[in-house]
């Protein structure tokens, strides 16, 4: 049966096993995999995911369903997926607002699309033939940029907004992806925040950037940033307390900072709730 989400989970690291499994009590309510890494049928890391799966809620990340991207549908990915989904019944499954592949040669980056109707067109059949493929909706995240293209026709919520009236898509809000975009394209973090389809919002990440010079880089090593806290507190307030991930890919730090970071979201969710009641 697939479970619900509540609270705020972290990403499912080998680093940290001790602290989820062998602790009588769990110290996050739910985690995060990413889905890619775990398509075989079996072997120690699918066993290793069974005895997490016994213990957690799951929420699937994924990187490989290349949306955005022209080449044809990649469906002996999606078959393996659909198996991990059936196997692991995971509460949320989602992917990114870009693309990966390019004549079926995969990239390590996400690549950002253009939003046009065109791309929007596409990106609505994208989105329908996965939910088909999975037999469920998916939840799409918004990309952090660095650049926008002078093609695009309409704002990213706006192509948020419409991508999901048109297939029943979710969307997974990266709040810290919001803030670098904001500031990398001068843009108002709290307006994109406030033009989003606040009912389609389904789960939030949270992370750290890296200030560089001129820019700032959505590098996922480090703390949450203070203005990112600040975005969040409207988040929670305009979409209610939602699932949410703290989000690090990079440097992993040990268990113990990842837990500081969950009981300071925490505090966010729990002042959030106490203004509603
Ligand atoms: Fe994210």
Not at 86 to 102: E, M, T, Y
Not at 148 to 156: D, G, L, V
């Amino acid at each position: 049966m697939t479970q619900s989400l509540r609270g705020v989970g972290v990403g499912l690291r080998v680093e940290h096993f001790e602290e989820l499994l062998e602790s009588t009590r769990n110290p996050v309510p739910w985690l995060e995999i990413l889905a890619d890494n775990f398509l075989s049928a079996g072997g120690p890391s699918i066993r290793n995911l069974e005895r997490v799966a016994q213990r957690y809620p799951l929420s699937f990340h994924c990187v490989g369903m290349s949306l955005g991207s022209t080449d044809p549908i990649n469906k002996a990915y999606f078959k393996r997926l659909k198996e991990q989904v059936d196997r692991f019944q995971p509460a949320l499954i989602s992917d990114h607002l870009a693309w990966v592949s390019v004549h079926h040669r995969y990239l390590h980056d996400l690549i950002p699309l253009p939003y046009t109707q065109e791309s929007l067109t596409h990106m609505v059949s994208r989105v329908q033939q996965a939910q088909e493929l999975l037999g469920r909706t998916i939840i799409i995240e918004n990309p952090s940029a660095y650049l926008s293209f002078k093609e695009s026709e309409i704002s990213e919520t706006e192509f948020l907004r419409q991508l999901h009236q048109q297939t029943d898509c979710g969307l997974l809000i990266d709040v810290n992806n919001i803030y670098v975009s904001a500031v990398n394209n001068g843009f108002s973090a709290h307006d994109y925040l406030n033009d989003l389809p606040a009912s389609a919002v389904a789960e939030l990440h949270l992370a750290g950037y890296e200030e560089q010079a001129g820019y700032l880089f959505d590098s996922h090593g480090q703390r949450v940033h203070q203005p990112v806290w600040d975005l969040y507190q409207k988040a929670l307030q305009r979409f209610g307390n939602t699932p949410t991930l703290i989000e690090w890919d990079t440097d992993i730090p040990p268990f113990s900072v990842l837990a500081e970071e969950v009981a300071k979201a925490q505090a966010y969710q729990q002042q959030c709730q106490e203004v509603e009641a």
